[in-house]
């Protein structure tokens, strides 16, 4: 249900909210996003909605508190303390959860609280920042923290990203229509594309990574790569084009990035609104790069633990997160410049590199992380009962997915396709791609051991 | 209105066709889809009409549900229309029988027919969903394919068959050594002739049930017990299994010794009938059963029914365990017989699957064990060596608690190098 590909989301709660959505007036329209938000998490957390609900309220109180500032004498101060007050609740309720996942397992964590309780941050450090063009309502903030396409799993949007405080909404058919494709497209990127290329991360993991080839070794960790980007861009596309219907702007999350020049660029264009909430709540305001290598160095290590423990509380996380660090402080101190000059070296080092980074990040476990990494680069030989022609098989069974995979991750191919979205081709293309997606779903759902073939 | 289709064609598009399929979902829950497993409130009417696509019922056969049968009007047009078209794909398979397609695959293509028709074997549907939908999921990458479902089998089907290629290569690489330990000295026969003579005695066999005793020589009723065997024993044997035997062929070190038609997902009812040999000839894919009529093997290993514990009853599986087992007789007089227990999954899934359980696995395991007869047909188990004190799958050596990890293949070769029969 809270999850945009499955059947009951498409063809149940999403066309009854649009058509209600609509049929309110443009007056109440943000009470009916807001009511039909807090619908769609009760669904999928009955007992959590209630938290949620407290974590806006309270985080509304707060922000109120802290623009209310402007009109005392010690502004400065006050606004400081307020929003002190203020993160300590958010950063403390996301800690104390995020602790008790690590120990509990991670069942225990509520729905999307990191994507919404990021909003609320940033909600609260912009207010302190003054950067709100008015005092916000509790509706508008409200519906900023809970709007269901951006609930479960972001993108993380600021609140002057969402244009809460224009005058009026603009609603149309073509926006209607535009978001429309970028949901189906999102939907097909992950049905089509990242759902069966897990099916091969899955089948590596079934043999077992200490008798898996070296080349097979390197497919795996290049369809996860493929996999984890589809799913979560995909992801986005849907949440976005969501967005686009109801009539709120496009948040970009991912801009082709296994396009990019070098490391450092690839994060800027990964779950964009991640990193950059990063730089403008972390890194920045611990003196970004101003304040000579030393000082950076501290910066970008501090942004990359945060972000390697905000993905997860095992250690192979951390090891994820200092990986990434020392690939970009490597950037920043030597290799950044050869980049610069020949970007076809840059380009190779990230689809080289970037891969065992997410070796890094898919495999929790430390030892069985050593043995893949172990076959991947296989200096010290190892490997039992290996099989040379494996690669062979999985080639034979996965091609055409890897295939589809490297064109959608060519910028000029969607850019393309975007550009004539109009032309009756496309339009056809679009309906095709969502029925076909909405079939492999029903196969799936019909048939809960799709996975399992024996 | 004119404004909105203008600016909205996608919206519309799906809209209606959305309003469409979800009708034809309703409409057809009372007659085509009635049997289908359906709650309102968990899932949309249209998945009916999509479920019913994946399974080979077309949408329009709804339709005679609400008095568009052959004998009215409106329908009357449908039908002729339906029929023209289906006389042209009768019109087809003539051809292909010109071109020398042998008795065997004239029943795959009924299969096919079936399909278009509908009438879908159970077995057909289930575990290969998957399949036929990334198979379509394919041609929609490519933006050319058509949703066209009837085509779909044929599609997976070459997929599957690409996948099982590698198995029929190595099958090859051993083909040379053929017959090392053969005992039958006419050696090779035309393939059908000999199938002709053999099938008698394959009747008297079956006639006689599994109390072949009547029939056979004094010598034939000596019973044997197992003895290790070194590795060459599998020179002349050939493996017949699911995924678990193609685990066994890619990491059980003896592919290039033994001839494996293994697939995932094959079931006893596909076993004879898959085309997961290759021609040593003319290198044109041929089904078990050719192939079984084409070389002379030693041993025939068995192992089946995992994928069948979701369809039918024990006894339905071990009619039809009995028909292969008995047409392997009949092709192969001299092989000794294998029949595999099926393989146990883990405890956690064992707890947690009612389908894919022990209970079940052991159900059919005992029936499959009433085989032996301990003369030509022999029974093993490899659960003996491959599960914990419980009897479950032992967790440490596998990921998805049914396969087992590739360097854990190595105990079940030796399991069956323990397990040789010699007469």
Known sequence: ?454 | MKDFIKKCPVFLTLAVSGALFSLIGIIGSFSVYKEYEFHVARRPYLALMIEGVSKGTMPWEAADAIGMGENEFPGSLLYEWRNGSRGQAIGVSPDGEAAGIPAESDAGDGSMVDLENGKVPEIGNGLDNQEACSSSGQGGQGGAGGQEPVGDPDVSGGRKSAGSQELSEGADTSGGQESAGSQDASGKQEPEGNSGSRSTAGGQREAGGQDTAGVQTAEDNRTYSFQTVTEDYFDDAVFIGDSRTVGLFEYGGIEERADFYAKISLTIYDALTEELAKDKETGKKITVEEALMQKEYGKVYLMLGINELGTGTTDTFMEEYEKVVARIRELQPNAIIYVQGIMKVTGKKDGEDDIFNNTNIEDKNRAIAKLADNRDVFYIDVNEVVCDGEGNLNAEYTIDEVHLKAKYYEIWKQFLLEHGIVR
Not at chain 1, 176 to 190: R, S
């Open chain 1, 1 to 454: 249900m809270v999850i945009f590909s499955s059947l009951e989301f498409i063809f149940r709660f999403f066309p009854a909210f649009l058509a209600v959505y609509y049929i309110t007036p443009k007056k109440y329209r943000e009470w009916a996003l807001l009511l039909g938000s807090i619908v769609f998490y009760a669904m999928g957390e009955p007992y959590y909605v209630l938290l949620l609900l407290v974590a806006v309220w309270l985080n509304y109180f707060f922000a109120k508190k802290i623009y209310s500032c402007r009109d005392t004498r010690r502004g400065r101060k006050c606004r400081k303390d307020r929003v002190v007050a203020a993160l300590v609740m958010d950063i403390g309720l996301l800690a104390a959860f995020k602790l008790l996942g690590a120990f509990l397992g991670s069942a225990i964590l509520p729905l999307g609280l990191s994507f919404f309780l990021f909003k609320m941050i940033s909600f609260q450090i912009d207010t302190y920042r003054g950067e709100m063009v008015q005092k916000p309502g509790f509706r508008q903030t409200a519906v900023y923290f809970v709007m269901f396409p951006q609930l479960v799993s972001g993108p993380i949007m600021r609140f002057h990203e969402g244009g809460f405080q224009e005058e009026e909404r603009e609603y149309s058919w073509e926006k209607l229509e535009e978001g429309l494709q970028y949901f189906v497209a999102g939907l097909g990127t992950k049905v089509l594309l990242a759902d069966r290329l897990a099916i091969l991360w899955k089948d590596i993991h079934m043999i077992g990574y200490e008798s898996i080839s070296t080349p097979l070794a390197w497919l795996g960790a290049a369809g996860y790569s493929m996999e984890l980007y589809f799913d979560f861009w995909g992801y986005s596309l849907m949440a976005s084009g969501i967005c686009v219907m109801l009539g709120y702007p496009f948040i970009e999350n991912f801009r082709h990035p296994y396009a990019s020049r070098s490391v450092s660029e690839f994060w800027r264009r990964w779950h964009m609104t991640l990193g950059s909430f990063f730089r403008d709540y972390v890194y920045i305001p611990l003196g970004g790069s101003r304040e000579g290598m030393a000082v950076t160095m501290r910066n970008l290590l501090a942004v990359w633990l945060l972000t390697g423990l905000w993905h997860g509380g095992s250690l192979n996380f951390i090891l994820w997160g200092l990986s990434l660090f020392a690939l970009i402080a490597i950037e920043k101190l030597a290799l950044g410049k050869l980049f610069g000059k020949f970007p076809f070296v840059g380009r190779f080092f990230v689809l080289l590199v970037i891969p065992v980074t997410w070796v890094i990040f898919a495999v929790t476990d430390l030892r069985e992380l050593g043995m893949y990494l172990g076959r991947m680069f296989p200096f010290a030989g190892g490997g039992i009962a290996v099989n040379p022609r494996d690669i062979i098989k999985y080639l034979g069974m996965y091609w055409y997915y890897l295939l589809a995979g490297v064109i959608w991750c060519i910028p000029a191919v969607s850019q393309f396709l975007k550009k004539h979205r109009r032309n009756p081709a496309v339009v056809l293309l679009t309906v095709l791609v969502f029925w076909l997606s909405v079939y492999c779903v029903v196969s799936m759902e019909n048939n809960p051991f799709a996975y399992l073939k024996f």
